[in-house]
Nanobody, 123 residues
Framework: QVQLVESGGGLVQAGGSLRLSCAASRRVVGNYAMGWFRQAPGKEREFVAAITWSGGTTYYADSAKGRFSISRDNAKNMVYLQMNTLKPEDTAVYYC????????????????WGQGTQVTVSS
């Protein structure tokens, strides 16, 4: 079982930056790819970014490309999402997730989820 805890959300003005962190309760190195998803009120949960277990390959939603960066520190069991040039449409609850499945840009592939952290971007 993997427990995930997100932190780092908050209120920021448009154009600002936030760094989200995800702490895993056990070693996720070796088997688990990690992803970040988000869900805005009244909308479906959507893929934001993902990273393979080794950190060698990253994937981004079109909305995140060029602005967000996912990274991981397997020694610390941590995953990060650096978000720059934030826009009001980035406002959502952001979730960290872990999976052993190969389709790491699909929410249904993920078995383990954190409780989410709220990101609010004001215009």
């Amino acid at each position: 079982q993997v427990q995930l805890v997100e932190s780092g959300g908050g209120l920021v003005q448009a154009g600002g930056s936030l760094r989200l962190s995800c702490a895993a309760s056990r070693r996720v190195v070796g088997n688990y790819a990690m992803g970040w998803f988000r869900q805005a009120p009244g909308k479906e949960r959507e893929f934001v970014a993902a990273i393979t277990w080794s950190g060698g390959t990253t994937y981004y939603a079109d909305s995140a490309k060029g602005r967000f960066s996912i990274s991981r520190d397997n020694a610390k069991n941590m995953v990060y999402l650096q978000m720059n040039t934030l826009k009001p449409e980035d406002t959502a609850v952001y979730y960290c997730a872990a999976t052993t499945r190969p389709s790491i840009i699909v929410a249904s592939s993920y078995a383990y989820w954190g409780q989410g952290t709220q990101v609010t971007v004001s215009s």
